[in-house]
Protein backbone atom coordinates (compact mmCIF):
# COMPACT_ATOMS: atom_id res chain seq x y z
CA UNK A 1 0.00 0.00 0.00
CA UNK A 2 3.02 2.48 0.56
CA UNK A 3 4.41 2.06 -2.86
CA UNK A 4 1.06 2.76 -4.18
CA UNK A 5 0.82 6.12 -2.87
CA UNK A 6 4.41 7.73 -3.85
CA UNK A 7 4.23 9.19 -7.20
CA UNK A 8 7.58 10.18 -8.52
CA UNK A 9 7.56 13.03 -11.41
CA UNK A 10 8.86 11.95 -14.88
CA UNK A 11 10.91 15.53 -15.68
CA UNK A 12 12.34 17.59 -12.77
CA UNK A 13 10.66 20.99 -15.21
CA UNK A 14 7.08 21.83 -14.22
CA UNK A 15 3.83 22.27 -16.54
CA UNK A 16 3.68 26.03 -16.10
CA UNK A 17 7.43 26.41 -16.63
CA UNK A 18 6.99 24.51 -19.99
CA UNK A 19 3.91 26.34 -20.75
CA UNK A 20 5.12 29.81 -20.30
CA UNK A 21 8.90 28.50 -22.98
CA UNK A 22 6.23 27.53 -25.33
CA UNK A 23 4.38 31.16 -25.18
CA UNK A 24 7.49 32.76 -25.19
CA UNK A 25 9.05 30.64 -28.22
CA UNK A 26 5.51 31.44 -29.88
CA UNK A 27 5.43 35.14 -29.50
CA UNK A 28 8.80 35.24 -31.01
CA UNK A 29 8.04 33.67 -34.62
CA UNK A 30 4.96 35.79 -33.96
CA UNK A 31 7.55 38.87 -33.73
CA UNK A 32 9.66 37.71 -37.06
CA UNK A 33 6.63 36.91 -38.80
CA UNK A 34 5.41 40.48 -38.11
CA UNK A 35 8.88 42.15 -38.62
CA UNK A 36 9.20 40.26 -42.40
CA UNK A 37 5.71 41.41 -43.57
CA UNK A 38 7.32 45.14 -42.63
CA UNK A 39 10.03 44.60 -44.07
CA UNK A 40 8.25 43.72 -47.37
CA UNK A 41 5.91 46.27 -47.41
CA UNK A 42 8.74 48.90 -46.97
CA UNK A 43 10.64 47.58 -49.83
CA UNK A 44 7.69 47.61 -52.22
CA UNK A 45 6.97 50.90 -51.04
CA UNK A 46 10.72 51.81 -51.59
CA UNK A 47 10.43 50.02 -54.99
CA UNK A 48 7.58 52.28 -56.25
CA UNK A 49 8.76 55.44 -54.97
CA UNK A 50 11.84 54.75 -56.83
CA UNK A 51 9.72 53.68 -60.05
CA UNK A 52 7.92 56.93 -59.57
CA UNK A 53 10.97 59.21 -59.29
CA UNK A 54 12.62 57.15 -62.51
CA UNK A 55 9.13 58.20 -64.34
CA UNK A 56 9.04 61.62 -63.66
CA UNK A 57 12.82 61.72 -64.63
CA UNK A 58 11.10 60.33 -67.51
CA UNK A 59 8.64 62.60 -68.42
CA UNK A 60 11.15 66.24 -67.66
CA UNK A 61 13.57 64.66 -70.15
CA UNK A 62 10.68 64.18 -72.88
CA UNK A 63 8.95 67.74 -72.09
CA UNK A 64 12.85 69.57 -71.94
CA UNK A 65 13.60 67.44 -75.55
CA UNK A 66 10.01 68.93 -77.14
CA UNK A 67 11.05 72.42 -76.31
CA UNK A 68 14.89 72.71 -78.07
CA UNK A 69 14.00 72.20 -81.17
CA UNK A 70 11.85 75.32 -81.35
CA UNK A 71 14.83 77.18 -79.95
CA UNK A 72 16.52 75.70 -83.64
CA UNK A 73 13.65 77.70 -85.42
CA UNK A 74 14.57 81.24 -87.28
CA UNK A 75 11.95 84.01 -86.88
CA UNK A 76 10.83 83.54 -90.31
CA UNK A 77 10.25 79.60 -89.83
CA UNK A 78 8.54 80.54 -86.48
CA UNK A 79 6.37 83.63 -87.77
CA UNK A 80 5.01 81.06 -90.52
CA UNK A 81 4.36 78.18 -88.69
CA UNK A 82 2.42 80.55 -86.14
CA UNK A 83 0.52 81.88 -89.25
CA UNK A 84 -0.55 78.38 -90.31
CA UNK A 85 -1.70 77.85 -86.29
CA UNK A 86 -3.94 81.21 -86.41
CA UNK A 87 -5.02 79.62 -90.36
CA UNK A 88 -6.30 76.60 -88.60
CA UNK A 89 -8.16 78.07 -85.06
CA UNK A 90 -10.04 80.11 -87.60
CA UNK A 91 -10.98 77.40 -89.74
CA UNK A 92 -11.58 75.54 -86.91
CA UNK A 93 -14.07 78.28 -85.34
CA UNK A 94 -15.32 78.44 -88.66
CA UNK A 95 -16.53 74.49 -88.56
CA UNK A 96 -17.45 74.83 -85.39
CA UNK A 97 -20.14 77.36 -86.00
CA UNK A 98 -21.55 75.75 -89.62
CA UNK A 99 -22.22 73.01 -87.00
CA UNK A 100 -23.92 74.55 -84.61
CA UNK A 101 -25.68 76.07 -86.90
CA UNK A 102 -26.63 73.13 -89.02
CA UNK A 103 -27.67 71.30 -86.08
CA UNK A 104 -29.84 73.68 -84.46
CA UNK A 105 -31.95 74.05 -88.12
CA UNK A 106 -31.92 70.07 -87.93
CA UNK A 107 -33.44 70.26 -84.36
CA UNK A 108 -36.08 72.90 -85.66
CA UNK A 109 -36.55 70.55 -88.97
CA UNK A 110 -37.24 67.86 -86.74
CA UNK A 111 -39.79 70.00 -84.17
CA UNK A 112 -41.73 71.56 -87.48
CA UNK A 113 -42.39 67.29 -88.89
CA UNK A 114 -43.59 66.60 -85.44
CA UNK A 115 -45.68 69.38 -84.95
CA UNK A 116 -47.67 69.08 -88.43
CA UNK A 117 -47.77 65.28 -87.91
CA UNK A 118 -49.34 65.87 -84.37
CA UNK A 119 -51.79 68.52 -85.80
CA UNK A 120 -53.11 65.79 -88.96
CA UNK A 121 -52.81 63.63 -85.71
CA UNK A 122 -55.35 65.43 -84.03
CA UNK A 123 -57.38 66.50 -86.95
CA UNK A 124 -57.74 62.87 -87.53
CA UNK A 125 -59.02 62.49 -84.03
CA UNK A 126 -62.20 65.34 -84.84
CA UNK A 127 -62.95 64.24 -87.83
CA UNK A 128 -63.35 60.56 -85.72
CA UNK A 129 -65.50 62.36 -83.11
CA UNK A 130 -67.23 64.12 -85.36
CA UNK A 131 -68.03 60.37 -86.81
CA UNK A 132 -69.12 58.76 -84.03
CA UNK A 133 -70.86 61.70 -82.74
Do not use: W
Amino acid sequence: MAADAVVVPASGIPDTVLVGILIVFALAILYLIIREIRIMKTSNRTIELELEKDKLKLLQQHEASKMFPFTRFSSEQTAAIKQVEDENTAIETNNFAKENLLEKRLTRLENIVKTRKLDNLLDNVQEQEKKVK
